[in-house]
């Protein structure tokens, strides 16, 4: 089966920088990647998502890439602001074509921005 | 759009009883939910996958006479913790695959925490 793996596990950064977060994944089958952000206590929510036959995508200061010969994707996180503070999760699957809608997720990362 | 509600948000009840969660897509029609459960500090692992109008699917581990699911309409999925007992107690999160237009995308609900005394 799929294997996602997610790092760094913290990161911390000053308000106003940019914030990376890397994912990396085992089975090239998989062609859906979403992120989710997931504040204390709440659900996750979708903020970003791409599929294997595009290489980045961007909305506003969220940006993800992903390079299906390394299989590995990331976000980025431009001008961050102190709302941005979260949990953050990768995840992968099969997606539409294959049938299968399972997420594999990543262990998630906690990121602080520090005002 | 692609709102997922649970009820409800949290619970507590005493060991032995059973409880019933439910999610809803409210904006979407959803053939396909999913059941995750959540430690603190840990990724979301998947329970079972719940299809309209058929058995749910397990995932290895969890037992299915426990974690009783019922996916009675495009738009309800519900979950029974039965005989629940203090090592139930955790987070408990649904999403939904939206039938169109893309059905590969899961929108998640905001979850209900157990609490099991």
């Known amino acids: 089966g799929e294997n996602v793996e997610q790092h760094p596990s913290t990161l911390s950064v000053q308000e106003g920088d940019s914030a990376v977060i890397k994912c990396t994944y085992s089975?090239?089958?998989?062609?859906?990647f979403p992120w989710y952000k997931q504040e204390l206590g709440k659900g996750p929510q979708l903020i970003i998502d791409?599929?294997?036959?595009?290489g980045e995508k961007k909305d506003q200061r969220i940006a993800v890439t992903l390079n299906k010969t390394a299989k590995h994707f990331s976000l980025h996180i431009t001008e961050t602001q102190p709302e941005d503070s979260a949990v953050y999760f990768c995840?992968?699957?099969?997606?539409?074509?294959?049938?299968?809608?399972?997420?594999?997720f990543g262990k998630g990362t906690k990121l602080s921005v520090i005002p | 759009g692609a709102v997922v509600s649970q009820h409800p948000s949290w619970v507590i009840c005493k060991s032995g009883t059973s409880v019933k969660i439910e999610c809803r897509s409210l904006d979407f029609q959803a053939t396909t939910m999913f059941w995750y459960r959540q430690f603190p500090k840990q990724s979301l692992m998947l329970m079972a996958t719940?299809?309209?109008?058929?058995?749910?699917?397990?995932e290895q581990g969890v037992e299915k006479d426990k974690f009783l699911i019922n996916h009675a309409s495009l738009t309800l999925s519900t979950l029974t913790v039965t005989s629940a007992h203090p090592e139930d107690s955790s987070f408990y999160i649904c999403?939904?695959?939206?039938?169109?237009?893309?059905?590969?995308?899961?929108?998640f609900g905001p979850g209900t925490r157990l609490t099991v005394l």
């Open positions: 719940s299809n309209e109008g058929s058995k749910a699917t397990y």
């Open positions: 791409i599929r294997s036959n595009v």
């Open positions: 995840a992968a699957s099969y997606g539409e074509m294959a049938g299968s809608y399972q997420l594999t």
């Open positions: 999403s939904a695959l939206r039938d169109r237009p893309s059905t590969d995308t899961q929108y």
């Open positions: 089975d090239s089958a998989s062609n859906y």
